[in-house]
């Protein structure tokens, strides 16, 4: 079964400084790769996907990923970050099952706290 | 367009009681997928409909039940509620299945 881990629990930082949220997942085959973001009493907010293709994804809000098959890895980053960016952050990878369902199984998130 | 919505937004129960929560896709969105989000945890995944057929349903006991509506919409039921079941109930819609999910902004269930 895929997996997803976020190495990190929690990230402060400070405002304006750069962040990277890290992300390894495990899989075998093909691969589809996303992150979220959640607002406090919010739902999920797509940030951005790697479905093929380039490996440097870019998404919402300034944020950025990298897909990296050797390291399976897929880091967030962001160059300067704002205090509108504290939320908790969760990677997920796609997982299909028989029938053709997907679904997406998440990591634990990260919680980013910038401060300012 | 407006995205996925749910109702309630909040909901109280008490042990032993059953729970209806209900979801409207992105229009055009024909798979409905609901995911369970305890507290500090990342979604767990519950259940995926496409074109009203269960697709696929994670490892939640049979006291999880949904549906979907010819409009797409869905309902998520619990029967026997458990304190364990307090949690945020995330409703999420794709275009089809196996595409991009879109979460609305969740139902959130207390257990008394």
């Known amino acids: 079964a895929q997996s997803v881990t976020q190495l990190d629990s929690q990230v402060p930082v400070f405002e304006e400084a750069p962040v990277e949220l890290r992300c390894n997942y495990s899989?075998?085959?093909?691969?589809?790769l996303f992150w979220y973001v959640q607002y406090p009493n919010q739902g999920l907010q797509l940030l951005l996907k790697?479905?093929?293709?380039?490996?440097l994804v870019k998404g919402i809000n300034g944020f950025e990923a990298e897909f990296n098959k050797s390291q399976t890895s897929f880091h967030l980053r962001k160059p300067s970050v704002h205090i509108s960016d504290t939320a908790e952050y969760f990677c997920?990878?796609?997982?299909?099952?028989?029938?053709?369902?997907?679904?997406?199984?998440f990591g634990a998130g990260t919680r980013l706290a910038v401060h300012p | 367009d407006a995205g996925v919505t749910q109702s309630p937004t909040h909901l109280i129960k008490t042990r032993g009681q059953h729970v209806t929560l209900r979801c409207s896709p992105i229009?055009?969105?024909?798979?409905v997928s609901w995911y369970q989000q305890v507290l500090g945890q990342g979604p767990q995944f519950i259940f995926q409909?496409?074109?009203?057929?269960?697709?696929g349903r994670g490892n939640f006991p049979d006291r999880f039940s949904a549906r979907q509506f010819p409009n797409y919409s869905s309902e998520l039921n619990v029967n026997a509620l458990l304190l364990g079941d307090s949690a945020l109930y995330l409703c999420?819609?794709?275009?089809?299945?196996?595409?991009?999910?879109?979460f609305g902004p969740g139902t959130r269930l207390l257990v008394l």
């Open positions: 999420a819609s794709s275009r089809l299945a196996e595409e991009t999910q879109y």
């Open positions: 899989s075998s085959v093909s691969v589809y």
């Open positions: 790697y479905l093929s293709g380039s490996t």
């Open positions: 997920a990878v796609r997982d299909s099952g028989r029938g053709g369902y997907n679904k997406l199984i």
């Open positions: 229009s055009g969105h024909k798979s």
């Open positions: 409909y496409y074109e009203k057929e269960e697709r």
